[in-house]
């Protein structure tokens, strides 16, 4: 391979023998027909090998931007390529928003439905469950769609990259709203008791932020659309912005202090022109049911000293259930505990070992594009439709064209 490819976090190296980078739908098709290993690079947002492989890989940056919106105005279908913040951007300037956003608006969205990724809000589904119809290129190089209603729907959605090239996607959406942006700081432990569900409620969307450095929450995020008082649980509203990550400049956040604002200017934490940190970092989530939710956040302090050393920050989000099969969220109202961690591997995963056995009580559920060291089959007794999962992809990629070692791993 001529150039270096890495993920965003610059922890993994491709070991891709070819990068191609189709102008067409009917170029995907032609290099699939020519047969795998293949695996698509999206924004790079991974943290693991889902994406790699010793083939081929695609980025379907260079596909014709599509943003094509319905003529009830209830839907868009977009690239395989596009970015959710170029198409928030357009919705907004034609009176549309989507039900939800990541915290950050440079990842893809076709990469992120992949992976069930979200944002938070205790009725808000992850990014995934606003997909209507998906686009793909099955491991023949036929062109497939499938819809809402269609018997493989909820299963196709969240796919891990296992059933083929998502060239493109129709999204709900919803009429354009404002809304504000609050944030407080330190939180007492004590308020969490009793209140957790009140709070993760008390607005849009809710983030709850710390570095574990004490048992205290270090900022509240709250999304409102209506204005709301300085002090929330016992915490003061803070004295100017802040950004989620202890020391890192503030410009890069979205804007804070109640003001109003179009809703993909407030839902995610960081600004589209802005990097939103330096990539040194490595990730890791876990969703556990939110009833369980205050369990969750004792598990995570009692060891919370071995948990700080090695983090950078913690956020805590809340994610309604859906049906899409491998989703986190699978009939489950969830609660995700976000790590955002060093950028060593050697001193972080013998910590996520840690996290992940003092959780196990309470089934957590992993995102999958992350770090973690859970067993593949632990993982799977979590998928209750994994079996039916097996069957679509020997339906849509019977030779393995999609298939590569972290994959083979996971599926079995």
Not at 66 to 93: C, M, N, P, Q
Request: glycine share 10%.
């Amino acid at each position: 391979m001529s150039e270096q490819v890495t993920n965003w976090a610059g922890n993994i190296v491709f070991n891709a023998r070819a990068v191609r980078r189709p102008g067409s739908v009917g170029e995907v098709q032609e290099i699939v027909a020519g047969g795998g290993p293949i695996k698509v690079l999206g924004s790079g947002h991974s943290f693991n090998r889902m994406a790699d492989t010793d083939g081929t890989l695609i980025s379907l940056a260079d596909l014709p931007r599509v943003t094509e919106i319905s003529a009830d105005r209830k839907s868009v279908r977009v690239d395989g390529g596009v970015r959710y913040g170029d198409i928030a951007a357009y919705l907004h300037t034609n009176g549309l928003a989507l039900h939800n956003t990541a915290s950050l608006p440079h990842i893809s969205v076709a990469g992120a439905i992949a992976t069930a990724t979200h944002g938070s809000g205790v009725t808000n589904g992850n990014l995934a469950t606003a997909v209507s119809s998906i686009e793909f290129v099955d491991g023949s190089g036929k062109l497939v769609t499938v819809s809402r209603g269609d018997a493989d729907f909820e299963g196709v959605v969240v796919h891990l990259g296992a059933l083929g090239i998502i060239t493109a996607l129709t999204l709900d959406v919803v009429p354009a709203f404002d809304i504000r942006q609050y944030v407080f700081d330190t939180v007492p432990r004590a308020s969490l008791d009793g209140n957790l569900d009140a709070m993760l409620a008390d607005g849009y969307s809710v983030s709850l932020f710390t570095n574990w450095s004490s048992r205290d929450i270090s900022h509240a995020w709250l999304k409102r659309t209506e204005p709301i008082g300085d002090e929330w649980y016992g915490a003061r509203l803070a004295d100017g912005p802040r950004h989620p990550v202890p020391g890192m400049p503030a410009q890069n956040s979205t804007e804070q202090g109640g003001v109003p604002g179009p809703w993909h200017t407030r839902l995610p934490h960081f600004r589209m022109e802005f990097t939103p940190s330096s990539g040194e970092e490595l990730q890791s989530e876990y969703h556990v049911a939110r009833a369980d939710g205050l369990a969750a956040i004792d598990a995570v302090a009692s060891i919370r000293e071995r948990v700080a050393a090695v983090l950078q920050v913690c956020e805590v989000r809340t994610i309604a259930a859906d049906n899409l099969w491998l989703s986190p969220n699978y009939h489950r109202d969830s609660m995700a505990l976000h790590f955002t961690w060093i950028a060593d591997a050697d001193a972080v995963t013998p910590v996520v070992a840690e996290l992940e056995q003092v959780l196990a009580p309470l089934s957590p559920r992993p995102h999958v594009g992350k770090v973690f060291t859970m067993a593949p089959e632990t993982i799977r007794q979590g998928w209750e439709r994994f079996a039916d999962f097996q069957a679509l992809v020997a339906k849509y990629d019977p030779a393995g064209t999609f298939r590569n070692d972290w994959l083979a791993e996971i599926l079995g």
